[in-house]
């Protein structure tokens, strides 16, 4: 809300009475001739300068409880944004500002032709609009040696008999949008020739909103808290004050005696030693994605255990520490001449291990499953390639290059560096840094709207929906009528929610995939000893996770 009155409507009649009843009195202790009662004094002389001075004064107590921490604090609404910025700067605390959201689309065409792709090509994914993040047009070349610019692109072939080629886009207005998976399809304006798909080649970056009034007195308590190792207050301050790790929201810290810590137990006494902490981190809104081209080794031909048929190999990578630090999962791994579309192979076995390496500092980690997550995982993977060839493979020897796309939290490593590191770190103590446990949602309902309303626009709901599940950090529960609030918010007059279902896979760091489903309240359950509690796991969902029903009603 501004601080200045903008129109003569935001004022109160009785704002205006009071004002009218001053300024009367003024003039007529003035000059006691003058009616003021009525006549061109009263409506033209007395009323207009009531109206003014009621707006002076409506702008003079907004000016006033503005510069108030206590009046911003019980209604963060009537504040200008300058003035807030201005008092808490005071405590140090400065509005995160937005930015863009980013990514890349693959463009697929169907012959080997040079193309320019024009700098004023418009990339559609959900309700967001994306331009080139290029200072300039894109030249796509079929060949490497035709390439006169870091800019050019060059024409890759896919299994299909199609060619490909992938350019970086950014959001055209700054702020936090839906999530983009891969594989989401992209709509492009104008074509490029010969044109026939365009993808989402990775997940995207989400952008920043800039903070409202209300979410930057929610970090109140932080701004004003020492940025040091302390308190858990300070702890989370200090981490989120440090200009690399302005996208770490959420920050959940376990210590002694929390029933998730297990690495203040090593001793052959069965207590809590203290001197432990762990820390669950939010990064990003959704994981990352990470791919990267890997050697897999032939391990042994693989046979339907039904039928006895061949069907294909079993191959074996090792991924190492410093590999995709703290990754989850692997989502996608393919041949590197596999088009995106691609789903890839079936992961048959994915085992941690971890790695402490020979680092100064060293957290106290005794086992895969405390690694998990972790800047230490490392991992044994073996999947099912049911195209390449391997009558001729040697078990241990015949090597092939895949693909393969992980999601994690991003910067794991080097917050592990940095709360670990001899300046930050408690010194009677350790820190070991962990990516907060993720709960990979779906939620499903049916949309009961009148035969006359319009059909409601789904994407910005989706969009909606996962921008608000994703800032709920960590969490005891979705309640149905949270969901139902957000949605109800977009919905043309009328219209309601019904069969509302949530359901959750959470990737345990210990036990695989435990999931949860509910039509009323999603609980994250209580499992301390497989390191899944309220306290680690945070609620992800992505747009493409929603399902929405239409249904028409009289």
């Known amino acids: 809300m501004a601080i200045t009155v903008q129109t003569l409507a935001e004022l109160t009649d009785a704002e205006v009475e009071a004002a009218h009843d001053i300024i009367a009195q003024l003039v007529k202790e003035n000059n006691p001739a003058i009616d003021t009662k009525r006549g061109v004094i009263h409506d033209l002389v007395v009323h207009f300068s009531a109206l003014l001075g009621a ?6 107590d907004r000016l006033r409880r503005s510069m108030s921490l206590k009046a911003i604090l ?14 808490l700067s005071n405590y140090r605390i400065t509005r995160a500002s937005s930015s863009e959201a980013t990514g890349a689309v693959t463009i697929v065409v169907s012959s080997l032709r040079a193309l320019t792709l024009p700098a004023n090509t418009t990339f559609t994914a959900g309700s967001t609009t994306f331009r080139l993040s290029t200072s300039s047009g894109i030249s796509v070349r079929t060949s490497t040696e035709q390439l006169t610019s870091a800019d050019d692109r060059v024409l890759e072939a896919l299994q299909d008999g199609t060619y490909a080629f992938t350019v970086p886009v950014i959001a055209q207005t700054a702020g936090s949008i839906g999530p983009i998976k891969r594989l989401d399809v992209v709509a492009l304006a104008p074509r490029p020739a010969q044109y026939v798909a365009a993808y989402a080649a990775l997940d995207f970056s989400t952008g920043v909103a800039a903070e409202t009034n209300t979410q930057l007195l929610a970090r109140f308590e932080e701004g004003v808290a020492t940025k040091a190792w302390s308190n ?6 200090m981490i989120k004050d440090t200009t690399t790790f302005t996208g770490v929201t959420d920050v959940s810290i376990i210590g002694m005696s929390d029933a998730e810590m297990r690495r203040d137990q090593h001793s052959i006494l069965p207590i809590s030693l203290g001197g432990r902490t762990d ?7 959704t994981p990352a994605t990470t791919t990267n081209k890997i050697t897999a080794t032939f391990v042994e031909k693989y046979l339907d255990p039904v039928t006895g048929a061949f069907v294909g190999g079993i191959w074996q990578i090792g991924v190492g520490a410093n590999e995709v630090p703290g990754f989850y999962e692997v989502s996608r791994v393919a041949l590197t001449t596999a088009t995106a579309a691609d789903a890839g192979y079936e992961v048959t076995s994915l085992v941690r291990d971890y790695d402490l390496g020979t680092a100064e500092f060293i957290p106290d980690i005794t086992s895969a499953q405390e690694a998990a997550f972790s800047k230490y995982q490392t991992a044994i993977i073996q ?3 049911t195209d390449t060839d391997v009558s001729a493979a040697v078990a241990g020897t015949t090597q092939v290059d895949y693909d393969m796309t992980f999601s994690h939290m991003p910067l794991i490593s080097d917050l592990q560096n940095f709360c670990g590191g001899r300046t930050v770190r408690n010194p009677a103590g350790d820190v070991l840094v962990k990516g907060a446990v993720p709960c990979f949602l779906s939620i499903n309902f049916t949309i009961k709207k009148p035969v006359s309303a319009a059909d409601p626009d789904q994407d910005a709901i989706k969009d909606a929906l996962a921008l608000a599940i994703n800032a ?3 969490t005891s529960y979705l309640h149905a009528s949270r969901v139902s609030d957000i949605v109800s918010e977009l919905l043309p007059s009328g219209s309601a929610l019904a069969g509302i279902d949530m359901f959750g896979r959470i990737v345990s760091p210990t036990a695989g995939n435990i999931f949860v489903r509910d039509g009323d309240v999603l609980t994250i359950p209580d499992r301390p000893a497989d390191l899944v509690t309220p306290r680690t ?5 992505s747009s493409g996770d929603v399902g929405i029903t239409i249904e028409n009603i009289s």
């Open 383 to 385: 999947f099912l390639d």
């Open 472 to 474: 709920t950090g960590f």
């Open 537 to 541: 796991v945070i609620l992800v969902l």
């Open 55 to 60: 707006a002076k004064d409506k702008e003079i």
């Open 74 to 87: 019980e209604d963060p609404t009537l504040a200008d944004t300058d003035i807030v910025d201005s008092v």
């Open 279 to 285: 820390m669950y981190v939010r990064s990003s809104q």
């Open 232 to 237: 858990r207050v300070s702890i989370a301050a």
